[in-house]
């Protein structure tokens, strides 16, 4: 479905990275600049704003968020707490929905003084709609609520709902910090082309299209992944050496490991500035 002028008004609590790519994808999609709102206190975040999507910014919260029916918090967990404190009066009657890592959604009723309150974690890939977004809604949402917010996030991408509202922390390691481990990776393998005497365009080129292809064939295969590795893996060949190389160092190992710091961050994130 398309967002349209039937969609209530939005407002955009902190109108960053996240926020910027969820507004790109519903004015892509159709949705009247004139129906979002934000607020955000960095004048050239506010310009950019402006520039990119014609949307009007405030630089503080007032009543004119008074016409909103959904409200995203798209603000850092650290300053969460003090946004709520300057725009719960004028967001009573809004559903909300909050994209902040960690940030419980006991905390936000309570700073909020609502229960109608969904939880998303989305990922940057929603700059180009290709996101996928982690969903979880506290049980006073309504299905039409939930419908609404399905609208919105489809704009930039999948979404899945989890079940319990701690799965949004395994969310966050995997997909939502996933591009990063992805963005990481394509270094890596560019500065192992370089170092082997390619140009760096090329080497960066080969790696770009290498997870994009592997990410593809994947996604419509109906083969595991485990299956799609052996194909590529000759015996005695090139990515046997590269794989058992991986296997002694336990490199898999590390990368589980590195997702569980990030898991428990989420967790930590939530105690520190959810209080
Ligand atoms: N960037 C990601 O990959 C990603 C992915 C999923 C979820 N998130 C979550 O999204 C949230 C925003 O992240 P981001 O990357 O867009 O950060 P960001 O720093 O780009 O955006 C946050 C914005 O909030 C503004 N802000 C600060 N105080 C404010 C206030 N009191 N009222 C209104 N706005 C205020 C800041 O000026 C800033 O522009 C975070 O909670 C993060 O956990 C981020």
């Keep these: 479905m398309t967002p349209s002028s039937s969609f209530p008004t939005m407002a955009f609590i902190g109108g ?23 607020v955000e206190p960095w004048e050239e975040a506010r310009a950019s704003l402006r520039k990119n999507f014609g949307i009007v910014a405030l630089p503080e919260a007032s009543a004119a968020l008074a016409s909103a029916g959904l409200a995203v918090w798209a603000v850092k967990p650290q300053t969460f707490k003090d946004a ?39 990922n940057t890939p929603a700059l180009v709609g290709k996101g996928i977004t982690g969903l979880f809604a506290r049980a006073a949402v309504t299905t039409n609520e939930k419908l609404l917010i399905e609208q919105v996030i489809s704009t930039t991408g999948q979404f899945v709902w989890v079940k319990d509202e701690s799965n949004l922390d395994a969310v966050t390691a995997i997909s939502g910090s996933g591009p990063a481990y992805v963005f990481l990776f394509l270094e890596a393998m560019t500065q192992a082309g370089k170092d082997m005497g390619l140009p ?22 109906s083969e595991s992944p485990d299956v799609l590795r052996q194909r590529v893996t000759s015996k005695g060949g090139t990515t046997h050496a590269a794989i058992v190389h991986m ?29």
């Design 200 to 221: 760096p365009e090329q080497a960066y080129q080969l790696a770009v299209a290498t997870f994009q292809g592997g990410s593809e064939l994947a996604a419509r295969s």
């Design 84 to 122: 709520a404190a300057a725009s719960a009066e004028f967001t009573r009657h809004a559903v909300h929905l909050s994209i902040a890592a960690g940030i419980t959604s006991d905390s936000i009723a309570a700073w909020l003084a609502t229960d109608r309150i969904v939880r998303a974690m989305p």
């Design 16 to 38: 960053g990275n996240m926020a910027s790519a969820i507004i790109g994808g519903l004015i892509a999609k159709g949705m009247p600049a004139s129906q979002i709102l934000v």
């Design 247 to 275: 296997q002694e160092h336990k490199v898999l190992e590390h990368f589980i490991d590195a997702m569980r710091a990030a898991e428990k961050r989420a967790q930590e994130l939530a105690v520190e500035f959810g209080k």
